[in-house]
């Protein structure tokens, strides 16, 4: 027993497969780009319809292509979805969890078989490079197996209760909500809004997803296997279009009876808030990070700098997990640092679907002014020792590409050092001691990852018992605060990153898609 991630790159190496690995996802860029272009619809009870208006979405690293043209939906539209959904609900919700499990766990199937055909479409819409986007995939595939197994493991969470007097028996059991609104971000365009969705639907919830205007392609594509897998009609509703339609739609329509929501801050915010305005309502929120790493001077410096180099740069610092602040201890700051810069200048940007690059583009013309703005600011404020500028030449020039930058020497309490940023700006300060270093750590609205390197082990106990934030890793040289595995790391924010304190793909994710009901009778 024992939940298997799906690994896929770390299987394909074991296997001396790496050429094959490379060719499967080769031909599949080919594959997606053959099949670029088109309108794509929603998808609503089952079948696919069309808005009045549509918007067209294009690669982060080449606007010239375009991806298509998907659908500007309007509230009315929304109104359908959920209405589609919850007429689903009834069915679906009353079905035994096993016929859902099924259903799901083939979704699941159906993904794997496709799993290069949606990295692709994964690297081409958000620009993430290949070991990234099949990543991203494994994550979706990991999420729902686990998910279904988690309801069987726990008996659809059914649980036979105490006696307070002879003649009463009494059981507790979990029931749906009913239609939930799922919004997705454009950084995990499948693992995340597919982690959502499977969560409240095995638990017998039904679903409209909106996905990130960004990156609208990749749950299309999702919606297709649903379909394939034969999900009854309804459970499941994809739709697309603007967050002052479509999600102010979802958020305010009485018909929702959940919202799942993982992005930035201040809409999560705005979503919690107006979500329970009129009743009491579960949200569950997964926001930003201000992620600290630490780097202990009895630190392993080359897994420290592999750490947290990948942690900061993978995908241009666009996860909620990056790192964005490295803490070293001062007597080992330079050294750290020298090779950390060197490394960091070592970084391969270009086109993500090519085999050698680390680094793609930013998502949009947003991040690529939002790079530029707090580049200048590092310049004014503090000291940029690697980076800073955007890359515009030869094969540059059709996309946001732009160099990982590292800054010193900003104060501790400045803007760059509070502040979400969700580019490649990695800041450093330097601190005494480990007190310091949680103290500076902990300084922050946010709680979502943080990682430390050191050898000792009585340093990473101390850090352990007081970090405050819901993912935390010692010595991770694949990822100092990233990449957390479904099953195994159960990932969910403290303070300002999360509202419900309980990770996705753990062990108390699948409840909260559910409400109790204690059921008693007297004989
Ligand atoms: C996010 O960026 O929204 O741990 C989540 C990680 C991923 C999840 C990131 N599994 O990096």
């Not at 205007?213 to 499941?236: N, Q, W």
């Not at 750290?336 to 060197?342: D, K, Y």
């Amino acid at each position: 027993m024992g939940f298997k991630n799906e690994n896929t790159w770390y299987k394909y190496a074991q296997e001396k497969m790496e050429e094959e690995f490379h060719k499967n996802y080769d031909d599949a860029v080919s594959d997606v780009k053959d099949k670029l272009g088109k309108t794509f619809p929603n998808y609503i009870d089952g079948k696919y319809a069309e808005a009045t208006s549509t918007f067209q979405v294009f690669p982060p690293f080449d606007t010239r292509i375009r991806i298509g043209n998907f659908q500007k939906s309007s509230k009315e539209d929304v109104r359908q979805a959920i209405s589609a959904a919850k007429k689903a609900f009834a069915k679906w919700s009353s079905m035994e969890w096993q016929n859902r499990v099924r259903t799901l766990k083939a979704a699941a199937e159906r993904v794997a078989e496709k799993k290069f055909f949606f990295a692709a479409t994964i690297s081409i819409e958000s620009g993430k490079n290949r070991y990234e986007a099949v990543g991203d995939v494994d994550e979706a595939i990991d999420a729902i197996r686990f998910y279904c197994e988690e309801i069987e493991a726990n008996n659809d969470f059914e649980a036979k209760m105490g006696k307070a007097f002879p003649n009463e028996s009494a059981k507790s059991v979990m029931k749906p909500y009913g239609v939930w609104g799922v919004i997705g971000p454009f950084n995990f365009p499948l693992a995340i809004p597919v982690s959502m969705s499977a969560g409240a639907m095995i638990t017998g919830n039904t679903v409209v997803l909106k996905p990130s205007s960004d990156t609208p392609l990749t749950m299309y594509r999702f919606a297709e296997v649903l379909k394939d897998v034969e999900l009854p009609a309804g459970v499941f509703n994809f739709i697309t279009g603007s967050g002052s339609e479509v999600g102010a739609e979802m958020v305010s329509n009485d018909d929702i009876a959940g919202i799942a929501f993982t992005g930035s801050r201040a809409v999560g915010y705005a979503i919690a808030k107006e979500f329970v305005s009129r009743r009491p309502r579960p949200v569950i929120t997964e926001m930003g990070g201000k992620n600290p790493v630490i780097v202990s001077s009895k630190a392993d410096l080359g897994k420290a700098v592999e750490g947290t180099l990948k942690s900061a740069f993978g995908y241009g610092g666009q996860k909620c997990s990056a790192c964005s602040r490295v803490l070293v201890f001062e007597n080992i700051k330079k050294e750290f640092l020298s090779i950390l810069v060197n490394r960091t200048k070592s970084i391969k940007v270009g086109d993500p679907t090519k085999k050698e690059t680390f680094l793609g583009p930013l998502i949009n013309k947003d991040a690529y002014g939002k790079y530029r703005k707090f580049v200048g600011v590092a310049k004014r404020d503090g000291k940029v020792v690697v980076g800073g500028r955007t890359l515009t030449a030869g094969e540059y020039s059709k996309g946001y590409f732009v160099e990982p930058t590292i800054v010193d020497e900003l104060p501790e309490n400045h803007r760059l050092m509070q502040e979400e940023l969700f580019v490649p700006i990695l800041c450093v300060q330097s601190v005494k001691n480990l007190d310091e270093a949680i103290a500076v750590a902990n300084n922050t609205e946010y709680g979502l990852t943080a990682g430390i390197f050191s050898k000792d082990k009585n340093e990473i106990k101390y850090f352990f018992d007081n970090i405050e934030a819901g993912a935390v890793y010692a010595n991770r040289s694949i990822g100092a605060s990233t990449g957390a595995m479904v099953g195994v790391q159960p990932f969910g924010g403290w303070k300002a990153s999360g509202s419900t304190g309980k990770g996705a793909g753990g062990k108390h994710y699948l409840q909260q898609f559910m409400r109790e009901q204690s059921q008693t009778t007297v004989s």
